[in-house]
């Protein structure tokens, strides 16, 4: 609705017979001026949870506390582990997630333990490929964790993984939790199919749809109330854990929030965040989604693709949507520090360009599977064109299935909208801000 407002806004000053051209052309730069001032005001009066010190300060004074965040974890061009040692709070340790907590690391990549060189902290890495969960000695150096970090709204994405596994050892030592809630850039819908727990992984944890639609804050929440903190040792009890949400001010569910930091190194835009819903399954085939390359997740293809989409694909995409700007792609992914071993590596791969759609597009497009499938015809190799990994991420057993028959997009996703209405009815009450 806002395009249109500003396509047939625009449209009445261009076409006007009663100004001049003098006039039209002052008027028309006042409203785009007017117009990108609106656009940016929505990211600009959100205020994240991590700059409302009056609501946490109080919970955290005389306590040790130990910070579970990255590189993301900034609020008004202050990080907030330095923010919280200026405010005078006592901080002992750090923990960080995949990619480090300088989020410099490339996806599923070791990191060890390190000291944060500019105030002497301690920084525990949950992703060092040996442990999950602090060890028992880490948990006895605080006495409240700190959660703050940005997460993109997918349930491939792991930092939530991070944040429930520490929730989960904090309600077994009886320790709080308070979360510095962040905006979800994809959170204004929910799509894709609830995970079949039977595929549990370190890409999907809980049984939730593939685009959840929520913030770290209201998943949190949703964790404890529908007890999904597993029991221990004989206890046949769920576990709870003492959780405080710092909310944000001024944001909803359908505010259009642009990431101020890319939030890993293969997402280094928003189109890359917005198309991250329809380009992660490549993870789970050959096919390279340009990770190695200037333009990760915008773009993928494979040395036996062709420039173009297969003929079923071009019928479904002209069928189904809005003509979207694809180009040929002709890539070479090459080892670099955010992916020192991509896929398809040092070979020439041929494909689809995705880096022309617009942003508006890609938010509307929701979770789409045209490109994969487009890719899997193309490819002509049947099952060999999946990998066990692939029902990692979509979650359940029968989109592979479905996309070997040759059924389209569209009758795939038919199968998943029931979990999705189920899902939002389920979420419901653990909602902070409005849909």
């Known amino acids: 609705m806002k395009c249109v407002f500003v396509f047939v806004t625009l449209c009445g000053i261009v076409c006007n017979p009663f100004m001049s051209t003098k006039c039209r052309l002052y008027i028309l730069v006042l409203f785009l001026l007017q117009t990108l001032y609106a656009v940016s ?9 991590a700059s409302r010190e009056e609501l946490y300060l109080p919970l955290l004074v005389h306590s040790r506390v130990a910070l ?3 590189h993301t974890g900034v609020a008004d061009g202050e990080h907030t582990l330095d923010r919280l040692i200026r405010l005078g709070i006592q901080v002992t340790a750090v923990f960080s997630p995949e990619h480090g907590f300088r989020g410099t690391a490339g996806a599923g990549n070791h990191v060890g333990d390190s000291t944060d060189e500019k105030t002497g902290v301690p920084i525990l890495s949950l992703y060092d490929g040996k442990r999950n969960y602090p060890s028992e000695s880490a948990m006895q150096q605080f006495d409240i964790l700190v959660v703050d970090i940005q997460d993109v709204g997918l349930r491939f994405y792991t930092y939530y993984i991070t944040m429930v ?9 009886g320790k709080p939790v308070v979360i510095f809630d962040r905006p979800n850039p994809n959170g204004h819908y929910v799509d894709g199919p609830i995970l079949d727990m039977r595929y549990k992984s370190g890409v999907g944890y809980l049984p939730i749809p593939v685009v959840h639609g929520m913030t770290l ?13 597993e029991p221990t040792g004989d206890s046949a009890s769920w576990m709870e854990c003492k959780l405080t949400i710092i909310p944000c001010q001024g944001y909803t569910h359908q505010t259009h929030y642009r990431l101020p930091i890319a939030p890993s190194p293969n997402l280094q835009t928003m189109l890359a965040v917005y198309l991250y819903p ?9 096919v390279s989604l340009g990770r190695g390359t200037d333009k990760p997740f915008l773009q ?4 036996k693709m062709r420039y173009q989409w297969s003929k079923e694909s071009r019928k479904s995409l002209a069928k189904n949507s809005k003509s979207l700007p694809l180009r040929p792609a002709r890539f070479t ?8 071993a991509p896929p398809q590596q040092d070979r020439l791969c041929r494909g689809t360009d995705l880096s022309r759609i617009t942003e508006e597009q890609a938010m509307n497009m929701g979770l789409d599977l045209r490109f994969l499938i487009d890719a899997y015809q193309q490819m002509q190799i049947d099952n060999w064109f999946f990998s066990p990994f692939f029902e990692k991420l979509i979650g359940v057993d029968y989109v592979r299935k479905m996309i070997i028959q040759g059924k389209s997009a569209e009758e795939i996703r038919a199968c998943w909208q029931q979990d999705v209405e189920r899902f939002k009815v ?9 849909e």
């Open 333 to 340: 992914p090459r080892s670099c520090p955010a992916a020192p």
């Open 300 to 303: 993928y293809g494979h040395p």
């Open 68 to 70: 579970l965040s990255n």
């Open 426 to 434: 389920q979420r419901r009450p653990y909602l902070l801000y409005p």
């Open 41 to 49: 005001s929505e990211t600009t009066s959100v205020v994240v949870g």
């Open 278 to 286: 329809s380009t992660c399954y490549f993870e789970g085939t050959p």
């Open 165 to 173: 596994r520490l929730m989960q050892i904090c309600a077994e030592y």
């Open 217 to 229: 804050g209201e998943l949190a929440l949703m964790v404890n109330g529908e007890h999904w903190l």
